[in-house]
């Protein structure tokens, strides 16, 4: 078990390392969907339910996974899923057709959604031996890692064919893993005295109170993660549509947003140290509101993309918080719930605004987004003081 600085900071570095694997292979993936689409021949209806698979694949495996961490140890397991998710992201290049596609897109959601809950597990226990909110940096990790793999998978497009470059991804990520996955084989997750088990890997008796807790928690996920699905699927259609921007301008709406959460997660931590929790989620579920309906409602270009990014500043920290917390009272099985719940609000964002938007407008749809943010603040500050007494709160 490490017990000094020199450990934890490897063990904060390999973390990191992982996070940010994960956001390039599947930005890397996500680059070639129009081109998986064109092999396939999928229409845009079968393209979507395959599509659906990868997060199908997550929720499904999410719990299973919080089970696997408490058993054998969320660094095994972050390893093991790893390689898992290496492997996979090069299977899509080889299907022919939709169905095919979907059900290796489910192999792959199950990789991702695990190795999310392995490594969010793993981190929790150091964030608690360090005595410090440094989950939004690992979560900045991902949301850099998403960036690099988005770009690179850019310029690469027009060179190597989706095969050679998602096989190039399972290198990548099987040479990253064998380097850095020997710092979480060889050590086990740090726990203070005071949360020292009777037993490795006896789970905790939860009360009916931390359960409820942890479901709170969860629907914070879920409100943040609405957000970033429907701004992912519809951000740019709005712009396009309603705003009458050109293609290329229209896409940088979600690059505003992406950015934007992307500088909220890695100064996260000073927030967090000098406002707290409670007053993070609050103020960033009420930040992401106010952007959210400028990004909706403005009838000007300049103003809607100004929204966007206020709305990804103000959601950046309450998906990492929530996750934090949840496995601070639970564990793994905290991890794998608020994951699970957060993972079925990003399912939910896209079809449901697409629902709104034929009863209503797009811009009405999209202000969903804003109450939801509305929600996790109401939800942060109603739970601030429950959570105040507990042990897993901080000092």
């Not at 992201?89 to 695990?114: C, D, E, K, M, N």
């Not at 020292?196 to 629907?219: I, N």
């Not at 209503?360 to 109401?378: D, H, K, N």
Request: glycine share 12%; net charge positive; with cysteine.
């Amino acid at each position: 078990m490490p017990d000094n600085g020199r450990d934890l900071t490897r063990l904060r570095t390999a973390l990191t390392v992982f996070f940010a694997l994960d956001g390039f292979v599947f930005a890397g993936w996500v680059v070639r969907i129009p081109a998986i689409k064109q092999q396939t021949g999928a229409s845009a209806t079968t393209l979507g339910l395959a599509l659906l698979c990868v997060s199908a694949g997550a929720v499904i495996t999410m719990m299973l996974t919080g089970r696997l961490c408490r058993r054998y140890g969320s660094h095994q397991v972050t390893v093991v899923c790893a390689v898992l998710l290496s492997l996979s992201v090069a299977l899509p290049p080889l299907t022919h057709s939709a169905a095919a596609l979907g059900a290796v897109l489910l192999i792959f959601g199950a990789a991702y959604g695990s190795i999310n809950v392995a490594f969010n597990s793993a981190a929790v226990d150091l964030v608690t031996a360090l005595r410090r909110p440094i989950m939004p940096s690992f979560h900045a990790a991902f949301s850099l890692g998403g960036m690099l793999g988005a770009g690179l998978g850019g310029l690469v497009a027009g060179v190597l064919s989706p095969t050679r470059h998602l096989l190039g991804l399972t290198v990548v990520g099987l040479l990253v893993t064998a380097v850095v996955g020997r710092t979480l084989l060889r050590q086990q997750p740090p726990l203070p005295p005071d949360r020292e088990r009777t037993a490795r890997g006896a789970p905790r008796r939860l009360d009916r109170r931390t359960r409820a807790l942890v479901t709170v928690f969860g629907l914070i996920a879920l409100c943040t993660a609405y957000g970033e699905g429907a701004l992912a699927d519809w951000g740019a259609l709005h712009l396009e549509e309603d705003l009458h921007a050109s293609p290329g301008v229209a896409a940088i709406g979600y690059s505003c947003f992406a950015l934007a959460m992307t500088v909220g997660r890695l100064t996260g931590t000073t927030l967090l140290e000098r406002l707290g929790r409670t007053r993070t989620v609050v103020a960033g579920g009420t930040t992401a509101a106010a952007g959210m309906l400028l990004g909706a409602l403005a009838p000007a270009l300049w103003a809607a993309l100004l929204g966007f990014a206020v709305a990804g500043l103000g959601l950046a920290n309450l998906f990492p918080v929530a996750v934090e917390r949840a496995g601070a009272l639970a564990g793994p099985t905290g991890v794998a719930t608020a994951s699970t719940l957060g993972y079925g609000g990003m399912l939910l964002g896209p079809p449901a605004i697409g629902f709104m938007a034929d009863w209503f407008s797009l811009p009405t749809a999209l202000t969903s987004v804003a109450v939801l943010a509305a929600v996790a603040a109401a939800i942060g500050l109603a739970t601030g003081r429950a959570t105040a007494g507990t042990k897993a709160s901080p000092p």
